[in-house]
């Protein structure tokens, strides 16, 4: 089973990324998907993401006390220069607690790296999950 999540989510991760017609009013930037031109955090993609995000997220105190497990899904832009912009929980699990941890470990990712740079690169929405499982 723990060698088949690596396989969905490698299959998953086109559907995972989702493109909207622009970023809120506020904004007149477009948002586009490009299935052949994908940031990926730095050193090797998903693979990357889920280290990062294994080796980074930090169980709340009293979650750990109450055993309490689950995820919270965060969605965030990743702009033209790779940094991490417009994180937003859009899964909580009405702790916040777990929802400020989602949020910081996103907002602390490295710059994420493009596989191509051909010139003008708009902004992608990604949508991920951040698991919170007691060892």
Known sequence: MKRLVPILL?????F?????DT????SEQEIF???????????????ALDEYLANNVHYPEQAV???IEDRVIVQFLVQADGTITDIE?????GYPEFDEEA???ISEMPKWVWKHAPGDLAPMKFIVPVNFKLK
């Open 103 to 105: 949020v910081r470990v």
């Open 89 to 93: 929980v859009i899964r909580s699990l």
């Open 65 to 67: 006390k109450d055993s």
């Open 23 to 26: 970023i809120p009013a506020d």
């Open 10 to 14: 490698s299959c998953l991760l086109p």
């Open 16 to 20: 995972i990324a989702q493109a909207q």
């Open 33 to 47: 998907i490009d299935r052949y031109n994908w940031p990926e955090l730095p050193g090797g993609g998903q693979k």
